[in-house]
Nanobody
Framework: QVQLVESGGGSVQAGGSLRLSCAAS????????MGWFRQAPGKEREGVAA???????SYADSVKGRFTISQDNAKNTLYMQMNSLKPEDTAMYYC???????????????WGQGTQVTVSS
């Protein structure tokens, strides 16, 4: 079992920045692969960024060059630095974990409760 708790969401103006955090606890074997997803009202959940235990990363085209995923294994915490935010980035952001490499597919076994990001124009 893995428990995931996100934090760091909020309301910012376009062009601003936020840093999301996801604290993981429990069986760390199941957090070999982690990712950030988002879901806007009326839309499907989409993969934003993912990272594996070796530090390899993958990003959705819509956030490349603006978002950076990272992890601190000593703190069991996943991060995502979001810069140059746009109104279309507004969504609930979730972190996810699994021992299988799903990358940007929303098939991870464990999910957090989400943190809201709102970007105003």
């Amino acid at each position: 079992q893995v428990q995931l708790v996100e934090s760091g969401g909020g309301s910012v103006q376009a062009g601003g920045s936020l840093r999301l955090s996801c604290a993981a606890s429990g069986d760390t074997y199941f957090k070999s692969y982690m990712g950030w997803f988002r879901q806007a009202p009326g839309k499907e959940r989409e993969g934003v960024a993912a990272i594996d235990s070796d530090g390899s990363t993958s990003y959705a085209d819509s956030v490349k060059g603006r978002f950076t995923i990272s992890q601190d294994n000593a703190k069991n915490t996943l991060y995502m630095q979001m810069n140059s935010l746009k109104p279309e980035d507004t969504a609930m952001y979730y972190c996810a974990a699994d021992r299988i490499s799903w990358w940007l597919l929303p098939k991870y076994r464990y999910w957090g409760q989400g943190t809201q990001v709102t970007v105003s124009s």
